[in-house]
């Protein structure tokens, strides 16, 4: 029963319907007013974690009260909407994210004033919602942002973990693991105890013929985990529209604890179901491009899809539309392979509890959805074993198999002549065990794939998926390059660079267009704009080295070329040939006379980033980067020529920090390997400069602003292969600076060789699959190209500055319209700020 107020009753609700503050003085008062009741603090202990406490507080009332103006006009319009399922979503923090979308930042800033706080200190306080590991869950959180900007009727759906990516600490040069408990306050999410859903594992099938001849099944006997709704509010930027991402908390179905159980004296199993209920979204698999095929990740992936299915049927069914329309007003994205068995979910639904016959519902389901893939490395292609899904999800199986033969029924209709293509793309690998193979099912389940970039969107398509192609034909595969939000990265980020181009644009409207930055390249002459946009840069600079100096205890010189690379640790991406060539120019001030040692182009090397616990080979790398850290910075030969710094616990609000410091950042990974980087576009758009492979939209930033504008270098993916082999019989000559390097780690000069030989032999005798030494000359050349640049700092300003103003094209607004227009086909709805 939908419980409404009658008529009669209306008009006391629309009296006192709750109010968005609109001035300083009811801002305060919200402040206040939180601080004194719903904290129970007053102004006698009220220290900066109360003032963020109670400032969030007042912008999360003004967030729902447009969140639910927003969620009943959507009701109203009833349009198709879009639910993108994703298990990661990297938001970082909220507060400043909200004070800017919704255009109250100024007035909160005054309103703190007067009550004896600073913004920059009360944002700080904030905690990072670190939901994900990198660039696949920022994406996501980029995606919510322009979803609400663009007004499009959009919801995520993922896990509420209650422990996100780990907190990294380097202790004696080592990375250690502190868990990231990061609910103790969380102002900005609103449970939903009435909003859950029964999810089954594990049971058996019950196959019977009903009256009609039907064949029907049951699946049945299973244990029930309840999965109970956390919704936060997601603001656009300028707009009433604010959005839904809602993350599905695990508990156990009867409650508390099973009270049976508790009553008979089995107070230890009481407890131990409900606990185990609760694991299931406990904590986040902190891997990045890696699949390790754990039980409890299935089940993780199962519980967060059959919820979010659940509830968009549910939805769905309120609106009493013939199934035939669910389609047209549901479009589901999966974000990789991890919401896969959302496909067979839906299929099930239809067929077991809707009883819609199997090509009908099949039709409903591959309309329904779209895929994007977000790497094509092996090791991170999700496989997971027939037995263990047979076990957890029975029923499922059954369905994947009738997945399967129908299509491969298909396939050797229209392939006759083509046998040993079915054992090739058989959603089933006859391995031992058998093993489903996800990104097929995906592919075959979806109406639209897309990767998420140039190069990456052709890569999928002439090898993981080069049969589907021909299977489907070419139209089925789309490419969506990658973008990010200027909202985050650039205003939130640097507020300074925003304003300044804001002054030279009229306003603020590039925020909301971001191609507008064109007309800054009339600017690239103007000496005040120059200046100005300098002095920024170095601020931004001095900002990060006094950060530096604080959490590192190293001294930079803010007027030194700072060359930064923070990203995931990953031997593709490589940072060990960044050290490497670190490595190198140690070596080559060494040997300088000091007159000669003072010419050089000063530098500080910059890394950051997280090895995932169980990746040993990266957490070797993050070791030597410190290992040399403290041996350079210390040689007081050396001195300011080169510094090298290693940030702990990279993260979404550090990255805020420390993108728009950068004059070059680094993104050097093997060509054809990183499917696209978000990173890249951040450090572009916040006025660096590029050194990078020709790989993921490196290519399309170089396309964008132009070849001189970024330094390019490194073989081409297409020779990849052909390099592999040559290192596969021995045919290569290691690069001599390279062998150099080698020789002076093995002497012991950055510590005990032996915790480095592996890496150095995975380059000299395991075959160097991430092509290091193949890349290295050309690697070092072209870090001279930049040292030589560098020093022409009027030129290097020109080529900073048009790369900015040519950055249009990466706002991910751009994005989510091209997936609205290509595989959604949904339109934006305007929400009103009034009630009507
Ligand atoms: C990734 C890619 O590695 C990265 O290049 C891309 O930018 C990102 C978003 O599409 O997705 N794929 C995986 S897996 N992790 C990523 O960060």
Known sequence: IEASIPEGQRAAWRKYSAQEFKTKDEFDAEVVKHIETTLARSLFNCDEAA?????????????????????????????????????EFLMGRALDNAMLNTGMKDIASEGLKDLGFRMEDVISQERDAALGNGGLGRLAACFLDSLATLNYPAWGYALRYRYGIFKQEIIDGYQVEIPDYWLDFNPWEFPRHDVTVDVQFYGNVRKYTDDSGKQISVWENGEIVTAVAYDAPIPGYGTKTTNNLRLWSSKASHGEFDFTKFNSGEYEASVADQQRAETISAVLYPNDSLERGKELRLKQQYFWCAASLFDIVRRFKKSKKAWKEFPNQVAIQLNDTHPTLAIPELQRILIDQEG?????????????????????????????SVPLIQHLLPRHLQIIYDINLNFLQYVERNFPKERDMLSRVSIIEESQPKMVRMAYLAVIGSHKVNGVAELHSDLIKTTIFKDFVKIYGPDKFTNVTNGITPRRWLHQANPRLSELIASKLGGYDFLRDLTQLHKLESYVDDKEFRKEFQEIKYANKVRLAKYIKEANGISVNPSSLFDIQVKRMHEYKRQQLNIFGVIHRYLELKDMSPEDRKKVQ????????????????????????????????????????LKVV???????????????????????????????????????????????????????????????????????????????????????????????????????????AGQFSALVNSIVDHGDYYLVSDDFKSYLDTQKLIDEAYKNQEEWLTKTITSVARMGFFSSDRCIDEYAEMIWNVEPVKVQGQES
Not at 72 to 82: C, E, F, G, L, M
Not at 365 to 374: D, E, I, P, R, S
């Open 51 to 87: 003032a963020y406490a109670g400032t969030a507080l007042a912008f999360r009332d003004r967030l729902i009260i447009e969140w639910n103006r927003t969620q009943q006009q959507q009701t109203n319009a009833d349009p198709k909407r879009v639910y993108y399922l994703s298990l």
């Open 356 to 384: 819609l016959e199997w090509d009908e519902a099949w039709s409903i389901v591959q309309k329904t959805f779209g895929y994007t893939n977000h790497t094509v490395l092996p090791e991170a292609l999700e496989k997971w």
């Open 602 to 641: 000063p530098r500080v090397s910059i890394f950051g980033g997280k090895a995932a616990p169980g990746y040993w080979m990266a957490k070797t790398v993050i070791h030597l980067i410190n290992q040399v850290s403290k041996v350079v910075n210390s040689d007081k030969d050396i001195g300011d020529a």
């Open 646 to 752: 290693f940030l702990e616990d990279y993260n979404v609000s550090k990255a805020e920090m420390i993108t728009p410091a950068s004059d070059i950042s680094e993104h050097i990974s093997t060509a054809g390997t990183e499917a696209s980087g978000t990173s890249n576009m951040k450090f572009v758009l916040n006025g660096g400069l590029i050194i990078g492979t020709c790989d993921g939209a490196n290519i399309e930033i170089t396309r964008e602003v132009g070849e001189d504008n970024i330094f390019l270098f490194g073989n081409l993916s297409e020779d990849v292969e052909d390099l592999r082999h040559h290192h596969f019989y021995g045919d290569f000559q290691l690069d001599p600076s390279l062998d150099r390097v080698f020789k002076t780690i093995r002497e012991g000069a950055f510590g005990d």
